[in-house]
């Protein structure tokens, strides 16, 4: 009879946890995604407004990186090219 009870109550519970994950879930991801909208918003808004800070208006900026020459990590050894002979 135990086991049974053990059984019932569990299933009961998986039943409840369902039912209750479907009515909070929409609920609970909906705030985490406004919370994630309003920190990427004050982000770009801190962003921005150090940009113009640093930047006087009407003035272009261009950011580049400088080229630096990448050498070959591979220690596979030289390509030699070749004709097949009949």
Known sequence: ??????????????Y???FLARLFAPLLLKKAAESMKKKAEQQFQGKQQQHKNTVPEGETVIDTQPRTKQKSKSSVGEYVDFEEID
């Not at 049974?4 to 109550?9: A, E, N, P």
């Open 16 to 18: 409840a946890f369902k």
């Open 1 to 14: 009879m135990g086991l049974l009870k053990t059984i019932f109550i569990i299933l009961l519970f998986s």
